[in-house]
């Protein structure tokens, strides 16, 4: 079974901090890999995606990779209390065109 | 542009009754895919479609069948409801890249009392 790992949280922050959330896979074999944000009651929203290991930037969100170990990571600089949601990590599967997701991380951040 | 819509936002069933979810997507998108999401949990794959005429089962499909008659639609159907299909239901779509960048609908909130 295919497995993508997140700490449930909730992970609490001060507004302003930078905010880390992890995401470990268990396919060695996953190209790519996601970032949604859900808020409460609310349907999934992609946020960012990643396919090579490193950086990738957008805005005040940073995607970290590191295939070696099994590693994804988001960074949410600047936290925003409109920041607070559920964020989902999700994988593809590295022979088939869908995606298995994470339980999620909840954020929240106080003003 | 509306995206992904879902039909009912919200249904309670008794329990052996059956169902049917309706999805469509204006995006001329050719995957379509059909995830519940239990409370604090993240969403399971229950069937995608990688086009019309063309279905396969995800990781939890029993209970539930699916039908692609066009690019458009991609209707879930519950036959004899269980309390274990509590749950929300989330359509979504996608290219057909292989990216997987989902567009989700609004979700289906389903009781099975």
């Known amino acids: 079974q295919k497995e993508v790992e997140q700490n449930s949280g909730p992970l609490s922050v001060p507004e302003g901090a930078i905010a880390s959330l992890n995401c470990t896979y268990s396919?060695?074999?996953?190209?790519?890999f996601f970032w949604y944000r859900q808020y409460s009651g609310k349907s999934p929203e992609l946020i960012m995606f990643i396919y090579s290991n490193g950086d990738k930037e957008d805005g005040r969100f940073t995607a970290q990779l590191n295939k070696a170990s099994q590693y994804v990571s988001l960074l949410i600089r600047d936290s925003q209390p409109s920041d607070s949601a559920t964020y989902l990590c999700a994988v593809k599967d590295g022979g088939f065109q869908k995606l298995v997701f994470g339980t999620g991380t909840r954020l929240l951040v106080s003003p | 542009n509306a995206g992904v819509t879902q039909t009912p936002k919200f249904r309670i069933l008794k329990i052996g009754q059956s169902m049917t979810l309706q999805c469509t997507q204006d995006m001329n998108h050719n995957y379509m895919y059909w995830y519940r999401q239990d409370p604090g949990m993240g969403l399971k794959l229950i069937y995608y479609?990688?086009?019309?005429?063309?279905?396969d089962k995800g990781e939890v499909p029993n209970g539930y069948n699916v039908s692609r008659s066009t690019t458009e639609d991609f209707p879930l159907r519950l036959e004899l409801a269980a309390p274990s299909q509590t749950s929300v239901y989330f359509c979504a779509s996608s290219r057909d890249t292989g990216a997987n960048v989902l567009t989700f609908g609004a979700g289906s909130r389903l009781t099975v009392l």
């Open positions: 396919d060695r074999g996953s190209q790519s």
């Open positions: 479609s990688v086009g019309a005429g063309i279905t």
